[in-house]
């Protein structure tokens, strides 16, 4: 399954490696599909392709470090 989402990251969360812990601690493979980052804030369209439930372990994982977690609609992006 492949899910595509918008990830929001707060001035805190910008240098962390959020998505290097996610492809390290859930069974998914994270693709960056468009990414916009400064020191203020952090803009990423992800694709993470893997089962359903370690996808939603992984997106879960993003909104208890603080990022906002939106999905892409109708995954329209290519």
Known sequence: MKKRVYLTYPKEQVKEPLLYQVGQLFKVVTNIRQASVSDKIGLVALELDGEEA???????????????VEPIELDIIE
């Open 54 to 68: 370690e996808i939603e372990k992984a997106l879960q994982y993003f909104v208890e470090k603080g990022v906002k």
